[in-house]
């Protein structure tokens, strides 16, 4: 069974950065994709980015090119969600998620687990 824990969330002003944290457990990690997905109050769960087994190849939600950054250290089996020049917008949970598929990586569907979350507030 895959462990999946998130870490690394808070309170920060807008401007600021976080990275988030998702440590991997109980499989290969290199068997999996990881995706990263957030959830605001009242609204659907929303694709962030996504990163391939291997870690060649990282993929991001159109609006959140260039302020987020995903990467995997497959040695320490966790992957990383760094989030620059935050606004209030990006105001979530935000959850990681893994996935043996290597395609339609951008639907929550796909995810086989899924961690816990972890909330992220940014004020104005």
């Known amino acids: 069974q895959v462990q999946l824990v998130e870490s690394g969330g808070g309170l920060v002003q807008a401007g600021g950065s976080l990275r988030l944290s998702c440590a991997f457990s109980?499989?290969?990690?290199?068997?999996?994709?990881i995706g990263w997905f957030r959830q605001a109050p009242g609204k659907e769960r929303e694709f962030v980015a996504y990163?391939?087994?291997?870690?060649?190849?990282?993929y991001y939600a159109d609006s959140l090119k260039g302020r987020f950054t995903i990467s995997r250290d497959n040695a320490k089996t966790t992957v990383y969600l760094q989030m620059n020049s935050l606004k209030p917008e990006d105001t979530a949970d935000y959850y990681c998620?893994?996935?043996?598929?290597?395609?339609?990586?951008?639907?929550?569907?796909?995810?086989?687990?899924w961690g816990q979350g972890t909330q992220v507030t940014v004020s104005s």
């Open positions: 109980g499989r290969p990690f290199s068997s999996y994709a």
């Open positions: 998620a893994a996935a043996l598929a290597i395609d339609w990586l951008r639907a929550p569907g796909t995810y086989d687990y």
């Open positions: 990163i391939t087994r291997s870690g060649s190849g990282s």
